[in-house]
Each structure stands twice: as C-alpha cells, then as structure tokens.
C-alpha cells in the first residue's frame, strides 16, 4: 500500500519521480510548473539525492544530458518558454540514445503569452519538437494520480527506448490538487546501462566508453545512414508497444470526442451530459499524445462516427484527427476560442462542449 | 596568492629541466591516430591532448577522469584522449560536466572548449558553472577564431584581425573588444585557479602543463571551479605558415593574452 496524499499535479510529479528512484533534478523557474522545481529542492536533499537551480532551460536540459550520460535517472520541468529552450539538447539527447524525462507543463502563448492554462504545445511535443528526425514519447496526465503515475511510467520507457520521454500537462492539471496514492509502479526488469561514462575504472572492462550525439562521426553506427535507420526502428517499436488511451463510453458511440489532459475532463463530463440527453458520445481520452490512436479512430470512422475534438488551442490534436480518418467523417473542433470569456482565465466548460455536441450530432 | 600544489612543485621543476628532457615519447592514454591525423599541419590543438594526455597520467587519474568535449576542431581530442568522453552540443560542456560531477564527485570531470564555444554561445553554461562554484575544470583552446567553422570573428579575435567575418580586419568600434577569459573568470569568487598557456615553445608548452596539473589537482582538492585557458595556433584560418603563426602568437597574442596565473587559492572563503 502506498501512501495517500492530497497534492497538487506538480507535487505528485515529484512524488513520482522519487518513487521512480530520479536521482538528480535540475530546474530553472517558470509559472505554472515552480511547485515541482520547489519541490525537489526542498525534498531530494533529504533523499540524498541531486538537485540544483540551472541557470536557465537551456542549462536545465544540458545538466539532464550529462547525469543522464552518468547514467542516473535524471530531470527537468518546465513551461513553454523554457519548452523552446531546450529542443536544440533534446534533439542531441535523442540522438545520443540518452534517457531523459521532461515535464511540460502548458502555458498559454505563443511567446510572452498568458502565464495560466493551454494546450498549445502539442505539435511540438509530439513532433519531436527539435531539429532532425526524433519523436519522444508523450504521455498527457489528467489528474494528480496521473501525474505520479505516468511519471514513473515515462522513466522506464525512456531508458527502456534509451531516449527522452516527456510528460506534457497543463497548469490546471498542475495545479489541481486531488487524493493522490503514491506507490512505486514496478514495469519490469531493464538491462544495465553499461554505456554510461563514469570513469574507466569503474567499468568491468576497463574500456573507455563514448558519449556522442553525433551517430557517425565516433563510429557508433558504421554509417549516418544506420543511425537513422536504427532511429527508425525505434520509433516504430514505440508506435508499436507504447499507445495507451482511455477509451470512455466507446462500445456504442457514434460521435466520439478527443481529447487529452484538463480538456479530457471536461469532455468526459460532456460525454456524461450527452447520454442523459440519449446521445451516443463517447471520447478516446490521449494518455500518449504520441504514438497517437490512429487506427483507433480510423476504424471508428469506417464505423460512421462523427468526432469532435476538444483542446484548448487554436487547433492541434484536430490535424492528428483528420489525418486518421481520411476525409471518411467530419471532424469538429471546441477550442481557446470556445472559452466561457475572452481573458487568459478563459477556460473550456463542459456546457459549451454539449452545446457543440448537439449541434452537429 | 599561491601556495601551489605538491604537484604543481614537481612541475616546477620540470621547466627548470626543460632543455634537458626528452619531450618525444607517446602518453598511453594517447590514442594512435590509426585512420590519418585529422588535424591541419601547425595546428595546436592536439597538443592539447597529449599536455592532458600527461599530466593525467602523471596524476594516476587516466581512469578515473571524464572528459566533456565541445563541438569544433577541438572535438577531435575526445578521439585521440583513452577516457570516458561525453561530446555535448556547441559551447554545453560546463553544463554537461556539471551533470556528470554532480554524479561522480570523486571523479576527475573537464570540459575542453574552443574560445567561440566558451565565451560566445556558451556564456550561459559558463556563467552558469561559475555562478554554481561548480567543481569542474575548464580547458579553453584560444586560438582567435572559429576554427572549424572556417575561420570567422570569435570573441578573441585581435584588433585589426583579418577573418572572414572581419574581411577589413577586425574594428574595435564596431565589433567590440577582444575578451580575456582567464582574467575574467578569475575575477569570480567560487573559483580556485585561473591561468593562461601556450603551446608556441617548449618552455611554453611545460608551463601550460603545469597549469593543466594546478587545475585538475584543485579540482581533486574539491577546492573549486579551475579553468586553462591555452593560446593555440590556427595556421589554417590565420592563413599563415606554421612557422610564421609562432611568430604571430609571439608578436600579436601573447601582449593581447599575457600568459600565467591570474588565480590560485587552496581554499575558497
Ligand atoms: C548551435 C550551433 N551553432 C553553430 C554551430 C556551428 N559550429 C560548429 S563548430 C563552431 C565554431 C567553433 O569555434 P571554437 O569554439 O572557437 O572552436 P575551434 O573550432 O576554433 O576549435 C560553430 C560555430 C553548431 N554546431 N551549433
Ligand atoms: S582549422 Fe585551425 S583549429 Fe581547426 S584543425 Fe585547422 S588549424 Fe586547427
Ligand atoms: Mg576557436
């Protein structure tokens, strides 16, 4: 049994990651995600375990990069700004086969933007987000237990793919405080990391070991080509193996909303008004943004259904949707500008989704 | 200020020595350049290798040291130095050895950086370790230009100097001035030593490895951050003879960049 705390998102992101066996934190502040960065620095001192301010996002990720090269489980947090920050490491993290996990805890923009709630950094979590050919994991948390659980999540399947994962909420789920049950989730056994540097002498062999994120230039693939190809791999492997959704009200429904993270309550809660109501809704709720639900959401429209996104920009997830359907069904959209009033305290109602709902149902 | 190292006296003598030892002989923690040397004829940089090459083993730390290595001509010392080796995007070393010896502070952990990727695009990191008191050693190669990216305006770059982002020479009025990194960061109070070598001579060359010892053996003392700066010649881009860039070192560099210790504490108050 674990224990039972009444914690905001971004305390049970700490929680997580401390019972995920994180060794070392670096942070830099930003709204909406300090919480977390405050947390470790109040907490894993007294773990024993590593933490300090970086200088800025840029120095956060690169700190990450070289106890992560250490090879400990290694973190950051953060919010879009300090999002963009980081791509070009995160990029190099990739390449370099570098576990990793980073939250993103969404703020609205782009640039200055509002410093509260939005979904606006979908596209370039799920893209990758820096430059070349690389996807990381995404998983979207919904609640305060989410926030624990899929942080311990996100640190096995980053090193299980050797590469970063990032966990992307939003300052609503982060700051949504709920029971949370904190308990370490064994995933299973995972091979040494044996590339780690750490010194010669602390290898069996005594050899020298390399950390590049180069690929070919040090010869760790025999040419530029194999990188990507074992790039490739790993992405399909992860499309392959690591989608998780919440399928809700689905067996029936005919209008099937998508969402992910604070919108994906309010959606549920729409869903809810709806079937009262006699409509048959349902949602696929994105626990990973990517590897995203494609053929999920394919069949659902060979089936007929009509969709109605729900996130909390301009227009995001909604490119995801209509990619997966093929022009087979409509697809609607509740977005920011959906919001009960204009401001950055504007949020996404549940009555404003059921209105949509019986609009185009 | 200094009351300098066991080590660092051993040192010592050796540049008393100078013209009397055999300086050839290959370090073993000197990787054979197997595959073609992929350095430009007159280059300095890869002395670079064989001074830490020495004074690691010197130390018995070769097994115990990582080495964190920018990108630029002087990346290619990670091949040639028998260590841990960790290359990190440009100008990010100081972070990502500040990452590693946050991990293994028993460890040996240095950055080697060319002067753009210290000073220009990686003051973040720099300002970063040294705001920290990181206990990390800093390896600058100063040779006055962007070296692998063919030779254009570095922050070190010489009044009138003639790169091909400067092609009338370098202006002071426009550009700014030439920075002195081991002045500056010995300025910062978390700091345990600062100084500034050269390859250009023998004498020169001994100095700088003696330095190179002061450092790492400040940073084994857990005293504070240590930093080597090392006036390097780039035959390559100064588009001159090998012979000739000594010259210009002499002539030109060392008056900008005077060379010795700018800071040397056994202990940071
Ligand atoms: C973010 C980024 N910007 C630019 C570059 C291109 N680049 C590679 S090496 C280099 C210059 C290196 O100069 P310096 O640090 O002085 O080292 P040197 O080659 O002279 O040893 C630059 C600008 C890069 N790799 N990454
Ligand atoms: S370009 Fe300059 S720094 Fe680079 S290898 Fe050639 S001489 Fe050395
Ligand atoms: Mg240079």
């Not at chain 1, 400990?72 to 990739?94: F, K």
């Not at chain 1, 069949?299 to 909390?312: H, M, R, S, W, Y």
């Not at chain 2, 910062?188 to 023998?202: I, K």
Request: hydrophobic residues 40%; contains cysteine; proline residues 5%.
């Amino acid at each position: 049994m674990g224990e039972r705390m009444f914690i905001e998102g971004n305390i049970a992101v700490g929680w997580g990651a401390a019972s995920a066996g994180c060794q070392a934190f670096f942070g830099y502040p930003i709204t909406p995600q300090n919480e977390i960065t405050e947390w470790f620095a109040r907490e894993f001192p007294k773990m024993g375990r590593i933490f300090a301010q970086s200088q800025s996002e840029l120095g956060s990720i690169n700190l990450v990069y070289g106890a992560a090269a250490a090879g400990v489980r290694a973190m950051t947090s953060t919010s879009g700004p300090g999002w963009s920050l980081m791509q070009e490491t995160m990029s190099d993290m990739a390449n370099a086969e570098l576990p990793c996990v980073v939250v993103d805890v969404q703020r609205g923009g782009p640039g200055g933007g509002p410093i509260r709630h939005a979904q606006q950094d979908y596209f370039q979590c799920t893209r990758g987000g820096g430059h070349g050919d690389y996807r990381n994991i995404v998983l979207a948390p919904a609640s305060s237990q989410e926030s624990c659980d899929l942080v311990q999540l996100a640190f096995y399947l980053a090193d299980k793919y050797r590469n970063p994962v990032v966990v992307m909420t939003d300052a609503i789920i982060g700051r949504l405080r709920e029971t949370v049950e904190v308990e370490k989730i064994e995933f299973g056994p995972l091979p040494d990391k044996d590339w780690a540097v750490k010194g010669k002498a602390r290898h069996k062999d005594g050899k020298r070991r390399i950390v590049d994120h180069s690929g070919d230039l040090l010869r760790r693939y025999p040419s530029y080509r194999a990188l990507l190809q074992s790039l490739e791999q790993k992405m399909k492997q992860m499309q392959e193996s690591e989608l998780r959704y919440e399928g809700y009200k689905m067996e029936d429904a005919s209008l099937i909303l998508v969402a992910y993270g604070y919108t994906a309550r309010v959606a549920k809660e729409a869903v809810n008004m709806a079937r009262a109501d006699g409509i048959k809704a349902g949602l696929i709720r994105l626990i990973t943004a990517w590897p995203f639900p494609y053929q999920v959401i394919r069949e659902k429209a060979c089936q007929g259904g009509k969709f109605l996104v729900v996130e909390d920009s301009l227009g995001q997830v909604i490119e995801d949707v209509r990619f997966a359907v093929e022009g087979r069904a409509e697809v609607h959209l509740v977005s920011i500008l959906d919001r009960h009033i204009p401001t950055d305290g504007g949020m996404i109602l549940p009555d404003k989704v059921f209105d949509k709902i019986k609009e185009i149902q | 200020m200094s009351q300098g190292g066991r080590l660092e006296d051993a040192m010592n003598e050796e540049v008393k020595v100078v013209t009397k030892q055999r300086v050839a002989g290959r370090p073993k923690l000197l990787v054979p350049q197997i595959a073609g040397f992929i350095y430009c004829p007159g280059c300095h940089e890869p002395l670079a290798a064989r001074a830490i090459a020495e004074v690691l083993e010197k130390l018995g730390m070769g097994d115990r040291a990582i080495g964190v290595f920018d990108i630029g001509c002087n990346s290619f010392l990670l091949g040639m130095l028998d260590i841990d080796a960790v290359l990190t995007p440009h100008g990010r070393p100081p972070d990502m050895a500040t990452g590693v010896k946050r991990v293994y502070p028993d460890n040996i952990v240095f950055t080697v950086q060319g002067d753009g990727g210290l000073l220009s695009i990686g003051a973040d990191p720099l300002l970063g370790a040294l705001t920290r008191a990181e206990k990390i050693t800093i390896i600058m190669l100063n040779n006055a230009v962007y070296g692998t990216t063919g030779g254009q305006m570095a922050p070190t770059s010489l009044e009138g100097q003639v790169t091909t982002t400067t092609p009338n020479g370098r202006d002071l009025a426009r550009t700014g001035f030439p920075t002195h990194a081991a002045e500056m960061i010995a300025t910062f109070r978390g700091v345990a030593y600062s100084a500034r070598g050269a390859f250009n001579t023998p004498k020169n060359y001994m100095r700088t490895r003696k330095y190179i010892t002061s450092a790492f053996q400040k940073q084994m003392d857990n005293v504070g951050l240590s930093f080597v700066e090392i006036i390097c010649a780039c035959p390559e881009n100064w588009r001159l003879s090998p012979i000739d860039s000594l010259k210009w070192i002499e002539e030109k560099m060392i008056p900008e960049f005077p060379l010795g210790e700018f800071k040397n504490v056994d202990r940071i108050e």
